[in-house]
């Protein structure tokens, strides 16, 4: 039982690179999330997708795009990385039925130079 | 967004109860309840969540205030294992999609 997978688990830039973190879940779920987690804080929300096809904003969306490429995958790109992006990356999905548990990929720390 | 108020740590001994409080008095009444935990290294790991009765599972038991302004995750006999962040959440259902809006947790330390 894979559940969330992230890749990579550990990535680091240098300013104004590029790069995209791959989310990809085997459980059939429609929602996906993406959340950073700064040292000492909890995680919030960057961006989420309801279903294949949709995509909306989160918490902190500035900096990043999304793509749900399929029901499995939803990727995460930061198109010019900047220090300030230095930060954990959750992936997360829920299932349509119970909707109320949220699985967690391992994350993936990325450091930006 | 509706937010949560934990004690940023606590400590316990290996085997006794271990009741970890949250305040949410701005919660709305469809916002669940909810409990993750976060272990070194890991991501979140769901723990338990209501909306306004009390609730067991094998892993806890949350018991919810009659105004549902306060809660309260009691872990009934802890061991080494339970050291972990725990994060009490309200859990939001927007567009389809449920938010789940994090604060920064309470550190809980066993003794062993």
């Known amino acids: 039982n894979a559940g969330v997978t992230q890749t990579p688990k550990f990535q680091v830039l240098k300013t104004g690179q590029s790069m995209t973190l791959q989310c990809a879940q085997d459980m059939n779920h429609n929602s996906m999330y993406w959340y950073r987690q700064d040292p000492g804080m909890g995680l919030r929300l960057i961006y989420y997708s309801a279903s294949e096809g949709t995509t909306d904003k989160g918490e902190v969306p500035n900096g990043y795009n999304v793509s749900r490429l399929n029901k499995r995958e939803f990727s995460l790109r930061l198109e010019s990385a900047a220090p300030s992006q230095t930060s954990v990356y959750f992936c997360?999905?829920?299932?349509?039925?119970?909707?109320?548990?949220?699985?967690f990929g391992a994350g993936t720390r990325l450091s930006v130079l | 967004d509706a937010k949560t108020t934990q004690p940023n740590s606590m400590e316990s001994n290996e085997e006794e109860p271990v009741h970890l409080p949250c305040n949410h008095s701005t919660i709305s009444g469809t916002d669940y309840i909810h409990w993750y935990r976060q272990l070194p290294s890991q991501g979140p790991e769901y723990v338990i969540h209501?909306?306004?009765s009390n609730v067991n599972n094998r892993m806890a038991s949350l018991a919810i205030a009659e105004d549902r302004k306060s809660s309260t995750l009691i872990l009934h006999r802890a061991t080494l294992r339970d050291a972990a962040v725990y994060y009490c959440?309200?859990?939001?259902?927007?567009?389809?999609?449920?938010?789940?809006?994090f604060g920064q947790g309470t550190r809980l330390t066993i003794n062993p």
């Open positions: 209501g909306l306004t």
């Open positions: 997360a999905s829920i299932p349509r039925v119970p909707k109320n548990i949220q699985y």
């Open positions: 959440i309200l859990q939001l259902s927007i567009q389809g999609a449920q938010k789940l809006v």
